[in-house]
């Protein structure tokens, strides 16, 4: 006879969600997107499809950019292809104004191996030349000096399943809460490792 196997049933994907410690003056939340089973970073379509519904879900009604400081000819490219609404901020950034659904998914899917960023909330709404300037030559360490002025920042590496998100105002906690009904349609657990 077999042991009696106690252990629940988990989804095959988790979102770790955990606050992150990168100096005292830094307040940050990684978002983790793996298989339950591997560990391994979730890659592919069902990825896109699941960051194409958290990036939003986090945003809530807020505005929100994606910014891009490389393969700047390639963002340009797929936005024209695709009429997806996009602007020249600095020598080196392409701004995006996300799409929705499908067009969002598409685009998350086509970068998921870069690294891009993501601005949420009211000075979004505006160009931020501050940022747009230091993005062109700092990359993603430009949000360190700018996070404050927003709801978050985000560092987002779908490929490696992670999302670095800057914030003086999101907790693991309210992450949580702002991702779950948005991960309904998905078989996506959503843990908080200590």
């Known amino acids: ?12 994907y988790s979102l770790d969600v955990q606050a992150m ?28 499809s699941i960051w194409a519904v958290v990036f939003p879900a986090l945003a809530r009604d807020e505005t929100w950019v994606l910014d891009f400081f490389s393969h700047l000819d390639r ?3 797929y936005c024209r292809k695709h ?16 799409p929705a659904g499908e067009k969002l998914r ?26 747009e300037s230091e993005l062109s030559h700092r990359g993603l360490d430009a949000y360190q000096d700018a996070y404050t002025r927003y709801t978050f920042c985000a560092i ?27 991960l309904q349609p998905f078989d996506v657990h959503i843990a908080r490792p200590q």
């Open 21 to 48: 410690d990168l100096g005292s003056d830094t307040k940050a939340v990684g978002l983790e997107l793996i298989e339950t089973e591997s560990r391994e970073p979730l890659r592919g379509e069902e990825a896109a």
């Open 156 to 182: 987002c590496e779908p490929d490696d399943g992670w999302v670095t998100l800057l914030s003086k105002t999101l907790w693991p906690s309210e992450i949580i809460r702002r991702a779950r009904p948005a």
């Open 1 to 12: 006879m077999l042991p009696e196997n106690n252990l629940p049933d988990l989804p095959p």
């Open 106 to 131: 598409g685009l998350i899917a086509r970068f998921a191996p870069e690294t891009f960023g993501l601005r949420c909330g009211a000075a979004a709404k505006e160009a931020d030349a501050t940022v």
């Open 83 to 98: 009429e997806v609404e996009f602007r020249e901020a600095a020598k080196r950034c392409v701004v995006i104004r996300p």
């Open 75 to 77: 963002a340009r490219e």
